[in-house]
C-alpha cells in the first residue's frame, strides 16, 4: 500500500548535527525553473521558526549508479543492511524540518516533513493504516495517529506530518495564513546556493546558538589552545559570530559530501587549527565521524570548507539525527502475519531483522573501541538515536526472543547515551565551582593548582566515570549478541 511505505520514510529518515538535507536535481530530465516551482512550494510550508532543514532528492539518489547497485529503491523496511536510508517510491521529493536546540544534544521542539507525491493518498486510508481517525486541521483534511503525530493533506499531491501531535500546534502549521520560510534567512540563502547535481543537503542555522560561557569554557580545554591566551582570544571572537553549518552531498559510485561552516567574521585568524576545531566541536556535540578526519580543508571569505567521501555508514549517521516519530511496530498496511506453521516468512523477517540491528551496532563500534582517553566525549548523540532507530525496526513475523533482543540492546544504548549527558552535567556543576585562577582545597584537592587544572582534572574524572559504563555496555552487547544469534540459528536451522 502507498501509505505504509510513506509511513515507513517518516520512521526511518533522519540527519545530522550542522548538518541537515536538501536535494535539487530530479530522476526525470525537468528545467531549473520547474525545480523552482516545485521546491519552494514544499519550503513555504516550513514555519519561520525552523533552523533546521532538510531536502532531499528522492529520484535522484535511487537512480544514481549507487543506488542503483545496492537497491536503494527497495521496499523493504528492513533495509539498514545495505542502505543508509529509506526512501518511500511515492515521493520524489522531500523536505525536513525542525527546531532543534543545538546545546542539548539537538533536542527538538517540534519536528515535520513534506513531500511531494506522484501517487495521491485519502486520510481515511491513512487513518485505517494508522489505527488512528480522520481530523481537520487549518481546513484541511487531517489524520491524527497513535504514533504522536498529525498527517496534513495539503493538496492531493503535497502530504505533511508533523510531531509531536500538539493539535493546536500542528493546526497553526496547516492554516494558509502560517508565515513560511521567506527568500532570506540562512536557510533560504543556503537552497539559494545549492547546484543542481547535489540529491542531498544539509543547513543548520546557528546564528545566536554559541553560549558565551560555554564557548569560553570549552576553549579553554581545547587541547590545541591550552595555555594560549591570545589565541583563544581570537578564537572566541570568530566563533561567537557563527551562522551555520552546511553539507551537501552528492552520490554517484560514491558518496561525497561538501561541509562548510559559515561566520559573521573572517576565519582566518584560526589559522592551519581550523580543520582540528571544527572536528573538536563536532565530536563535542557528539556527531563527529570517522572519515571527517580525511577530509580536504579550505577558506574562502567568511567560510570554511572540508570535502571527501562519505561510507554507508557515515551517511546513515548523518541521517539519524533528525526523524519524525510514528508508531513503533505499527504492521505494513499491505502485509498479513504469517500463520503458525509458515516458517518460511518467521525465518526471513528474523533474518532481516538480526541483520539490521547488526548493521547498526557497527556503526557503532568505533564508539566503543575507541575514545579511551578520559578527557573526550564520544558520539552519544548517535547512540541515543540509534536505540530509537532499532526500536522502530519492523516487527512484523519476527521470533518474540529476536524482539526482546532488539528492546533489550536499544535500552543500553539509551542508557549509554544518557550516562555521557549525565557525565557531561557534573563536569559544568563542578567546574562552575572553580572560580579563580588558583584555587585551594584540602577536603579535595588538597593542594595548591590553577584553575584550568582543577578543570581539567574534573573532566577526566566524570569522562573517565561514564567510559567505565560505556565499555561495560558493549561487552553485555557482544555477548547478548552472540548468544542470540547461537539460539536463532540452532531454533530454525538458518544462518543468522
Known amino acids: 500500500m502507498v501509505f505504509s511505505r510513506i509511513h515507513t520514510f517518516c520512521r526511518k529518515l533522519r540527519l545530522s548535527l550542522p548538518l541537515i538535507v536538501l536535494g535539487l536535481s530530479l530522476a526525470t530530465p525537468v528545467s531549473s525553473a520547474n525545480a523552482d516551482e516545485t521546491f519552494p512550494s514544499l519550503i513555504s510550508k516550513v514555519p519561520a521558526t525552523a533552523n533546521a532543514l532538510i531536502a532531499i532528492d528522492a529520484d535522484g539518489l535511487r537512480n544514481s549508479p549507487l543506488g542503483k547497485s545496492e537497491n536503494w529503491s527497495s521496499k523493504n523496511e528492513a533495509a539498514y543492511v545495505n542502505t543508509p536510508f529509506i526512501l518511500p517510491p511515492e515521493a520524489n521529493r522531500i523536505v525536513i524540518a525542525s527546531q532543534m536546540n543545538p546545546n542539548r544534544q539537538f533536542e527538538q521542539a517540534w519536528e515535520l516533513a513534506v513531500m511531494s507525491l506522484v501517487e495521491p493518498i485519502s486520510a481515511r486510508a491513512i487513518a485505517r493504516a494508522e489505527g488512528g481517525y480522520v481530523d481537520e486541521l487549518g481546513g484541511l483534511s487531517a489524520v491524527w495517529s497513535p504514533s504522536d503525530a498529525y498527517f496534513v493533506q495539503f493538496t492531493s499531491g503535497m502530504l505533511g506530518v508533523m510531531a509531536p501531535a500538539n493539535r493546536q500546534l500542528v493546526s497553526r502549521w496547516a492554516a494558509t495564513s502560517n508565515p513560511g520560510l521567506g527568500k532570506t534567512g540562512y536557510l533560504s540563502e543556503s537552497l539559494n546556493e545549492l547546484s543542481g547535481g547535489a540529491q542531498i543537503v544539509v543547513a543548520l542555522d546557528l546564528s545566536g546558538a554559541a553560549v558565551p560561557h560555554q564557548l569560553k569554557d570549552g576553549l579553554e580545554q581545547a587541547e590545541s589552545l591550552k595555555g594560549k591566551a591570545d589565541d583563544i582570544a581570537k578564537w572566541e571572537n570568530v566563533l561567537s559570530s557563527i551562522q551555520g553549518v ?195 582545597n584540602n577536603n579535595y584537592y588538597g593542594d595548591y593548582r590553577s584553575a584550568t587544572s582543577i578543570k581539567t582534572q574534573v573532566k577526566r574524572e566524570e569522562q573517565g566515570a561514564a567510559s567505565k559504563v560505556r565499555f561495560s555496555n558493549a561487552k553485555e552487547i557482544q555477548d547478548a549478541t552472540a548468544n542470540i544469534r547461537v539460539k536463532m540459528t540452532q531454533r530454525y536451522n538458518a544462518e543468522f
Open 246 to 440: 552546511r553539507l551537501s552531498i552528492t552520490v554517484d559510485s560514491k558518496i561525497h559530501g561538501n561541509l562548510t561552516v559559515d561566520f559573521g567574521k573572517d576565519p582566518a585568524e584560526l589559522g592551519s587549527k581550523a580543520k582540528g576545531a571544527i572536528v573538536e566541536v563536532l565530536e563535542k556535540y557528539g556527531v563527529a565521524f570517522e572519515d571527517l578526519n580525511k577530509w580536504s580543508f579550505s577558506q574562502s571569505q567568511n567560510s570554511l570548507h572540508l570535502n571527501g567521501d562519505l561510507s554507508n555508514s557515515d551517511l546513515r549517521k548523518v541521517m539519524s539525527l533528525l526523524e519524525l516519530p510514528s508508531s513503533n511496530f505499527s504492521q505494513l498496511a499491505d502485509a498479513e502475519p504469517a500463520a503458525e506453521d509458515d516458517a518460511k516468512k518467521v525465518v526471513e523477517a528474523s533474518q532481516k531483522y538480526f541483520k539490521s540491528v547488526s548493521t547498526l551496532l557497527d556503526d557503532l563500534q568505533h564508539e566503543f573501541k575507541t575514545n579511551r582517553d578520559a578527557r573526550k566525549n564520544f558520539a552519544s548523540t548517535y547512540m541515543q538515536r540509534y536505540g530509537k532507530r532499532i526500536n522502530e525496526l519492523p516487527i512484523l513475523n519476527v521470533d518474540v526472543e529476536l524482539v526482546d533482543y532488539g528492546l533489550s540492546i536499544a535500552e543500553t544504548l539509551r542508557g549509554t547515551a544518557v550516562t555521557q549527558g549525565e557525565a557531561n552535567v557534573n563536569t559544568g556543576i563542578r567546574k562552575s565551582s572553580v572560580y579563580t585562577t588558583n584555587n585551594y
